[in-house]
Structures are given as C-alpha cells and as structure tokens.
C-alpha cells in the first residue's frame, strides 16, 4: 500500500511532466502487484475454514496430526476412489496418510469414492467441496512458488485492461465529438484540409443556388505568427447551426459567441489552451497584417482535430485584421425534406473540373477519421497479447518448477489411490483459482491504470481531456483471458504430473 501511495502522490504532485505520471502509474501497479500474495493468502484462508494449509483436517499438525489419525481409514484401499480389498498400490508400507477431501462420495451418500481407473471420476470429484478447498488452500500454502505467477499474470491483465479501456473512452469520445461537430450535411474543400486550394466566389454563388440548400458556412485555415510562435488560425463564417459544433469547456457560450461574432474576441481550443496555459480573460497576440493584435480568449471549446492547438475567431474578423477574404472549405446545410444525394450530385457538378476540391458527406468523414483512429490503435491489441503471452509463460514455467519440487508428494498421492484425472482436476483447480485471483485484483488495478492513462498521460501529452468510459465487456474478458490462460498453462505439467513414474518418484521417501 505504501508503494501506490507513493504513486498516487507523484501523480498528484507532479503536475504536468509525463515522465512522472508514467512513474507514478508504475509505482501504483507495483503496489497492486505487491498486495497480490495477500490477496490470495485471505481467499485461501477463507477457502476451507475448517483445514489447515495443507488441507488436512484442524486439531494435528499436517499429516501426522492426532486429527489426522482420526478421521484415516482402516484400509487405504478406501483411499482416493480405490475400491476395497484392493489393496495399496505398492507393497511398502505407506508413512503418511491422505486427507479424507480427495475421497469421492458413493452413492449411497458414504465417502468412499469411484474407482480409480474411472477417467470421469476426477472432474466428478470436483462436486467435492473439500477437494475444491484443498485446491485452494494449497494456492496459499505453496505461495512462495504461485505469488510472482500470480502477480506476472495480474499485471498483464491490468495492462489490458487498463489499455483497452482507455481505448475505448477515447474512441466513444472522439465518435460523440465527431458527431457534434459535423453539423454540415456536405462539406467541400481541399483534400486532407490543406489552404492551398481555395473555393472561388463564382462557386460559392453557384453552390447557394442548388435546390435544396437552405445555408453555407464559409472557412478559412491559414497559419500565422503569433507571441508563442506559428499557431493554426481557422477563420469562419458560421451559418445557424453552426454554432453547436463546439463543446466549450471553458467560459461562457452565452457571452462568447456575440463577442466571437462581431470580432471582438477568439477562441481557443483545449490543447493550445493548455499548452500556453491561457483561458477566458487571458489575450493571445497574433501578427496580422497590421503589426500584432492581442485578441482577448472568450472561451475554450474541445477538439480533437490537432494536438497542437488552434484558433478560431469569426471570418469578419480575419479579412480585416490579414486582408485575406480566400475561402478553403464550405460546409453546406440542406433544407427539410432535400434528397442529400441529389443535392451532392448538384454540388459536384457546380464545382469547376480544375478545382481539385473534394465534396464529401458527414458519414463519410466520419467513418474515415473513425477508420483511422482503429488503424492507429490497432497496434494495442498486439501489445495486449503479447504481454499475456508473457504471463503465460510465466505461469507455464512456475508450473513446471513446482512439478519438479512435488514429484515426491504427488508420487505418495498417487500411491495411495489418487487417480490421474483427479490429480488433473486438481491442478487444473489450482490453475483456476491462480487466474481468477489475478483477474480479480487486475480489475481495480486496470481501472486504475486507465484513469491514469486518461486523466494525466493523455492530458499532460495532447492536452486534450477523454471522457472515461468503462466497457464491461472489457474487463470480463480480460478476466476470462486470465483464467483461460491459467488453465492452460497447467494442462502439461498437469498431464506430466499425472503420467509420471510411480516407483522413480517414492524412491528415497
């Protein structure tokens, strides 16, 4: 806890650097990882109340413990779905015995079990409480060998997840953005919205005289000097519903747009407002063609469209501080009732062959800068993969290690009547509790990560905000990724456990 305490306070103190918020979000996902093998030591402890670490009954020490020698059977024949008479299945006499969880139930309600040879008779047991809490429990007691599998996994889950959920929150903020500010039906202008190709009055007048258009707003994108250095200025004359394409997020609409209107004020978008650290009341110089102008900043309005930031101020405003009346892109509104296609034929045929200039409708931008936001982030998927790849090697190989440690012990289970597919039910169980205790914690952890991968990276580096929006399909794939990929994991050294040499493995116990 102290660890993401730590974090939490660099992400607090550290204002505007990125370098720290990416330190503070790592400090608090070690601080998650760290709390992992206390997780799992509570679930464990809560998992069988009535066991010891071991699994075997309470009131003994382990398995030579009086309780132990209280509840073991006359013969072991009886032991882990063997049959009686029997018999054990090595002539040596057996040290230890087993607990009575892993012993089946028959069917006329005793515990005794179904026979070892039976290959259904280890998934069936798993109706078997006390072989589910043993299972668990030994998650717990073998901490040391399962807690960095663990914590690996939990982290790569909360990567995912904390990645997947910030890509998400973006794309449903960048969809609803998109949808507020393409008011126009068609827009026209140069392709990729570059203010090299303007949009001559002859055509201007031709567009307004196409049925069925009822307004136009007029643009100009020019780059000027400015007190801070070259800065994007967007020059418009707005039409009715023009006005509702911006999102204020700071200052007054009710005052800013007269004031924007007469051209007495601009306004700013929020990465250049954050950038510069400029807001309502503060002024922005400009160099026009009449020396620099400071323009007072009557509002700050949201946008996606640069990170560097932009300008916008009222096209009066502009011809007369740069003496530039150039159009470079139109926006055109239809009347009630029009047929957008024909009237997109009709601006196409109004635009002179040698223009150059594109006509598209709204969904078309739309779906295109969508389509471009999916291939920009598409790479995320495969870092998504690749880090529960990792992770499942590390569960693979932590598996493997404890084969190797528990060959003895799995060798007096065998040898006492545990079947093969009981042995990999109960590894497979094992394997399950590992992935559903990583996903469990992951998902705070994730969020966690997401609120910082939203509220201070994303901010502190485009200077845009991202409304957080939490997808639960999200996180409950990322938890049924992690159990998947724990159960997988263990399903070789469950079967090399399962087929290993009984003698070989008692030999020297």
Do not use: C, K
């Given at each position: 806890m102290g660890l993401a305490g730590a974090g939490c306070a660099i992400l607090w103190l550290s204002e505007r650097s990125v370098a720290w918020g990416f330190a503070g979000m790592l400090a608090v996902v070690g601080g998650a990882a760290l709390l992992t093998p206390f997780v799992t030591l509570a679930v464990t402890a809560l998992a069988a109340p009535g066991t010891n670490g071991s699994g075997a009954p309470e009131g003994g020490s382990g398995w030579r413990g009086p309780g132990a020698r209280a509840w073991a059977p006359v013969h072991s024949g009886?032991?882990?779905?063997?049959?009686?008479?029997?018999?054990?299945?090595?002539?040596?006499?057996?040290?230890?015995?087993?607990?009575?969880?892993?012993?089946?139930?028959?069917?006329?309600?005793?515990?005794?079990?179904?026979?070892?040879?039976?290959?259904?008779?280890?998934?069936?047991?798993?109706?078997?409480?006390?072989?589910?809490?043993?299972?668990?429990?030994?998650?717990?007691?073998?901490?040391?060998?399962?807690?960095?599998?663990?914590?690996?996994l939990m982290i790569a889950v909360a990567s995912a997840i904390g990645v997947g959920t910030m890509v998400h929150s973006f794309r449903v903020t960048v969809s609803d953005w998109l949808d507020g500010t393409l008011k126009a039906d068609v827009y026209v202008g140069a392709p990729g919205g570059t203010g090299d190709r303007t949009v001559s009055g002859a055509t201007i007048a031709a567009l307004r005289a196409i049925p069925g258009v009822a307004e136009l707003s007029l643009g100009r994108r020019a780059r000027v000097e400015s007190g801070?250095?070259?800065?994007?200025?967007?020059?418009?004359?707005?039409?009715?519903?023009?006005?509702?394409?911006?999102?204020?997020?700071?200052?007054?609409?009710?005052?800013a747009w007269p004031r924007f209107d007469r051209g007495d004020a601009v306004l700013v978008s929020e990465p250049l407002a954050w950038r510069r650290r400029i807001g309502p009341g503060d002024r922005v110089t400009l160099l026009t063609a009449n020396g620099p102008v400071p323009y007072p900043v009557a509002g700050v309005y949201r946008d996606y469209a640069s990170d560097r930031g932009e300008i916008l101020m009222s096209r009066r405003g502009y011809v007369a501080a740069w003496g530039d009346p150039a159009v470079t892109g139109v926006g055109v509104y239809l009347a009630p009732g029009a047929d957008a296609g024909a009237v997109t034929a009709a601006v196409r045929t109004a635009l002179p062959p040698s223009s150059a200039l594109a006509v598209r409708s709204n969904r078309s931008i739309r779906e295109a800068s969508l389509a471009v936001f999916d291939r920009t982030f598409a790479i995320t998927s495969v870092l998504?993969?690749?880090?529960?790849?990792?992770?499942?090697?590390?569960?693979?190989?932590?598996?493997?290690?404890?084969?190797?440690?528990?060959a003895r012990e799995v060798g007096v289970l065998r040898a006492l009547g545990l079947g093969r597919a009981q042995l990999v039910a109960h590894v497979e169980l094992q394997t399950a509790v590992m992935g559903a205790i990583a996903g469990t914690v992951a998902a705070p952890t994730g969020l966690a990560m997401a609120w910082v991968l939203v509220e201070v990276i994303n901010r502190r580096s485009f200077g845009w905000r991202i409304d957080l929006s939490i997808d639960p399909a999200v996180l409950a794939q990322a938890v049924a990724v992690a159990v998947a990929a724990a159960l997988i994991a263990g399903v070789w050294p469950a079967l090399r456990m399962s087929r290993a040499d009984l003698a070989r493995a008692l030999r020297g116990d």
């Open positions: 009886r032991l882990f779905g063997r049959r009686d008479g029997e018999g054990p299945v090595t002539s040596r006499p057996v040290a230890r015995e087993a607990p009575a969880p892993f012993r089946g139930r028959n069917v006329d309600g005793t515990w005794g079990g179904a026979p070892a040879g039976d290959a259904a008779s280890g998934w069936r047991s798993l109706a078997n409480s006390r072989l589910l809490a043993l299972s668990v429990r030994g998650v717990g007691a073998n901490l040391s060998r399962y807690g960095v599998a663990i914590a690996a801070g250095g070259p800065v994007e200025v967007i020059a418009l004359e707005m039409a009715g519903p023009s006005h509702g394409a911006f999102r204020f997020v700071e200052g007054d609409p009710g005052e998504r993969a690749l880090a529960m790849a990792v992770a499942f090697v590390g569960v693979l190989s932590a598996l493997t290690a404890i084969q190797l440690e528990r």
